[in-house]
Each structure stands twice: as C-alpha cells, then as structure tokens.
C-alpha cells in the first residue's frame, strides 16, 4: 500500500459546492461531527444501558474518547515513523483517524452488543419459520435440516460494523443519495473488516466479522480498489481499533468502580489474580501517588489516576507494536490488534477479564440487557407486519405501520427496489431489502426511544 493512494480524496458523487477553506478530510470531520447517527450516540449503551448516572459514558462520549486517542496515536506513529511515512500526510491521516473512530460505533443498534445478538436472533428464528423464505435465504438438506444461503448471513451476523458502512454510505441523507458521501480515503480507514458477512473467516481477524452488507458491497469494492488496500485493513485501521480497546478497557475499569460494583482495591485484586504479574500493584501505587497529589482520595479519583496510569501503560506499547510491524502492516499481512500483540498484552488481558467477569456479568447489565432484548425483537416484529407485504392495503394496518418507518429509511427502501444488485436476484432482493428496511429502523434507535416506542405501540 502507498500513503498517495491511501489518501484517497474522490468521493462517490463530487462535493456539493466547492470550499477552498478546509482540506477534503477536514470537511470529511465536520461531515461526521454534524451526523445524525453521531448524535444520536448521545442516548445509546456503551455498557450500562439506560445509565441515569451522568459520570458514566454513553457512546457518544466513549466515541469522542476514541476519536481523541485516535488522532494522538496516529500523530505519535507519524514521528516515530517519519522517515517512512511523508510528513505532508501527517494532518491528513491523523484528521482521518478522528473521523474515523467517531464513525466506529454509529451503527450498534440500542442496547449494544446485546441489541446486536437479539437481532441475530430474531432473524434466526424468522428464516427459520416464514416459508417464504424457502430457496431464497434457506433450503432443506435431505436429513430435513436446514442450509443458510449466502445472502441470509447478512442477516444472521447482523453486526453494527457493517451497520455503521450503510449509515454512511447510503440512510445519512446528506448529498444525493450517498450517505455524508464522505472521501474514499475516510470511508476505508472507518472499515474496520473488510469483507462481507457471506465471506467471514473465523481465526483471520480482518475477516472475522463483516465489515460491510450487500447493500454497500459495490461502493466497498470501489474504495478498495482506490485506494490499494484490496481486501486488506487500512492501516490506519489499527490505530484506530488500537485506540478503541485502550479506551474501553481503562474507562470500563473506571465507570465500575464509579457504579459501585467493585472498590478499587478488589480491582486491584482481580488483575493480579488475572495474571498481571505485578503490573496491578505497580499502577496502584502510582495512581494513589497521583490521586494523593490532589489532596482526594475517594474512589472515583483513584479511578481517574488508574484510568490515566493505565493507558500512559498502554499507548507506548500500541506504538512500538505499529512501529515494528509497520512493513507487515502496509503489505497487508498483519492481521492482528495491535493492543493483543504489544509488550503490555499480558496488562490488557487482565484487564478484559476484570471488565468480562466483573462489569459484563453484574446483575444490572444482565437485568437490563434482558429487558433490551424482549424490546428489540417486539419492534421488528411489528415493523416487520408493516413491511413484508407487497400487496398493501392503503388503509390497512400494515400500511399504518408502515408509515412509522423512518422517512429517510423509506425513501432509502424505495429506491433500493429499482438498483441492480450482482449478488442479489429479482426475488431475493425483493425480500432482502424489505428484511433490510426493518433492520435499519430497529438498528437506528437510541435506547430511551426504543423503549417509549415499544411502551407507546406495546401498551405495556
């Protein structure tokens, strides 16, 4: 790969109105910044959903962490790296990177990772019993079991990733019908997996997860090829995901301690029992030496020293990690994160473990997460009652139901039924895309709506 190409400044359609002031890739931010779909972070899980304490991130301010971290990381690996990379794109890639990791979570539906699953599962059980869905998404094996088709795994791996492509790319209403139409060059450098959901391999981790639908497939494919990564990751990409576990490893041990679910002396415990050798102590005394310099001691600024003892730990490593893989990486033959791979690996693998044992498996989470589930699966079957029938009474129920949608949605649906698609047949797009539409309305809620529309339209 060549930074030149990388760089990428064409878009899907030309810019609206020409603007001498900012660089494609400042405008590519403000494009991002200004977003819905950014916005609506505001009121969507990070960990805790419906989370009343105000201290505790949201996605949004998780994102604008991210986004921060980001931008550092890629400017720090410029300098350690300045006489392999031109230091005229030092602006560009960092303006990228900040772009780019706003953009990394605007696709994950209400209640996160659990709203990601309840999905999966309600498209699981929907393929399995309309029979509609026979030979198009499904077929019977002579021993009566079922074989998934490639273009229901769209569905079945149904992942906020891929989600947030889509949102960009074509529902963010903004320039023609192209999404925020934002440069190629941002758009390959927010596409964390780099194949679709019918070409995932388990074990390779750029192809672990889909990382675009059908849908999105023939602009992927054009961003690729402009830029030169082929199907290989950006190599921004990983410091941006770089920057994405960092932060949510350190500010998940921080909001559990702010929420009362373990004291900091128990977290401390816990990663030397997970295997931190050490390092558990040695971040202890240095944050309560820097917790004690302010004169406070309670837990929550403990917490803050920890969170900032643990990621001076952290970033140092990333980049020596993305130094000395720096060739690998730009052949696109890396295929690791960088976190995973670095002196601190052992560090940060305790920790996950704390945050997975400890955070993920507390009694809220899992109480609330129950309660996201049965909201999720509610929605899409009723938006779906609205959506699968072709034949529509105009002033039936259906039809009702169906001009709930989301206009943007709607339009975007219309659209789609008259575009050629080389991976999708008459019949198949027919239902894929009406499959799509009802996903796209469930995925786009924040939390809080999610939950007074299921009341409103529940009656519950």
């Given at each position: 790969m060549e930074w030149s190409r990388l760089l990428s400044c064409r878009r899907a359609v030309p810019p609206d109105f020409p603007d001498r002031d900012r660089t494609e890739f400042e405008k590519d931010l403000s494009r991002v910044v200004f977003s819905t779909p950014v916005r609506r972070l505001q009121d969507k899980t990070h960990v805790f959903p419906l989370e009343p304490h105000d201290a505790v991130r949201t996605r949004l301010t998780h994102s604008l962490e991210v986004s921060s971290v980001a931008r550092d990381l890629s400017q720090a690996a410029i300098r350690r790296l300045e006489d392999r990379i031109p230091q005229q794109y030092a602006h560009a890639i960092s303006t990228i990177a900040a772009s780019a990791a706003l953009l990394h979570d605007v696709g994950n539906p209400p209640f996160g990772h659990a709203g990601e699953r309840a999905i999966q599962d309600w498209f699981l059980q929907k393929l399995r019993e309309d029979k509609r869905f026979e030979g198009v998404f499904v077929e019977k094996t002579s021993s009566g079991g079922l074989t998934w088709l490639a273009p229901a795994q769209d569905f079945l791996q149904f992942d906020g990733n891929a989600q947030?492509?889509?949102?960009?790319?074509?529902?963010?209403?903004?320039?023609?019908?192209?999404?925020?139409?934002?440069?190629?060059?941002?758009?390959?450098?927010?596409?964390?997996?780099?194949?679709?959901?019918?070409?995932?391999?388990?074990?390779?981790?750029?192809?672990?997860?889909?990382?675009?639908?059908?849908?999105?497939?023939?602009?992927?494919?054009?961003?690729?090829?402009?830029?030169?990564?082929?199907?290989?990751?950006?190599?921004?990409?990983?410091?941006?995901?770089?920057?994405?576990?960092?932060?949510?490893?350190?500010?998940?041990?921080?909001?559990?301690?702010?929420?009362?679910?373990?004291?900091?002396?128990?977290?401390?415990?816990?990663?030397?029992?997970?295997?931190?050798?050490?390092?558990?102590?040695?971040?202890?005394?240095?944050?309560?030496?820097?917790?004690?310099?302010?004169?406070?001691?309670?837990?929550?600024?403990?917490?803050?020293?920890?969170r900032t003892k643990l990621m001076a730990?952290?970033?140092?490593?990333?980049?020596?990690?993305?130094?000395?893989?720096?060739?690998?990486?730009?052949?696109?033959?890396?295929?690791?994160?960088?976190?995973?791979?670095?002196?601190?690996?052992?560090?940060?693998?305790?920790?996950?473990?704390?945050?997975?044992?400890?955070?993920?498996?507390?009694?809220?989470?899992?109480?609330?997460?129950?309660?996201?589930?049965?909201?999720?699966?509610?929605?899409?079957?009723?938006?779906?009652?609205?959506?699968?029938?072709?034949?529509?009474?105009?002033?039936?129920?259906?039809?009702?139901?169906?001009?709930?949608?989301?206009?943007?949605?709607?339009?975007?649906?219309?659209?789609?039924?008259?575009?050629?698609?080389?991976?999708?047949?008459?019949?198949?797009?027919?239902?894929?895309?009406?499959?799509?539409?009802?996903c796209d309305q469930v995925a786009g809620m924040t939390d809080a709506y999610a939950v007074r529309q299921h009341r409103s339209l529940m009656n519950v």
């Open positions: 947030m492509m889509r949102l960009a790319g074509r529902l963010q209403v903004l320039s023609q019908h192209n999404g925020l139409n934002l440069t190629f060059a941002t758009l390959s450098a927010a596409c964390k997996y780099v194949v679709a959901a019918r070409e995932t391999v388990p074990g390779r981790h750029e192809y672990s997860k889909p990382g675009f639908f059908e849908t999105e497939r023939e602009l992927v494919e054009q961003v690729q090829e402009e830029t030169g990564t082929g199907v290989a990751r950006n190599p921004i990409v990983y410091l941006v995901e770089a920057a994405d576990d960092i932060v949510n490893v350190c500010i998940d041990l921080e909001d559990g301690i702010r929420k009362r679910i373990f004291r900091w002396d128990e977290m401390i415990a816990e990663l030397e029992r997970g295997g931190a050798a050490g390092e558990g102590v040695a971040l202890k005394r240095e944050a309560e030496s820097l917790a004690g310099a302010s004169g406070f001691v309670a837990d929550d600024v403990f917490a803050q020293a920890f730990r952290l970033i140092p490593a990333v980049l020596t990690e993305f130094q000395n893989s720096y060739d690998a990486i730009m052949c696109g033959e890396y295929g690791y994160e960088l976190v995973r791979r670095s002196d601190a690996a052992v560090l940060y693998n305790a920790c996950k473990e704390v945050v997975k044992r400890r955070i993920f498996s507390s009694a809220e989470v899992l109480r609330l997460e129950i309660m996201g589930r049965r909201v999720i699966q509610d929605m899409l079957d009723l938006y779906w009652e609205g959506v699968s029938f072709a034949d529509r009474d105009e002033k039936g129920f259906s039809a009702k139901l169906y001009s709930l949608v989301s206009d943007n949605y709607r339009q975007a649906f219309e659209r789609d039924l008259t575009r050629n698609y080389p991976t999708l047949d008459g019949v198949t797009k027919q239902h894929y895309l009406r499959l799509r539409l009802v």
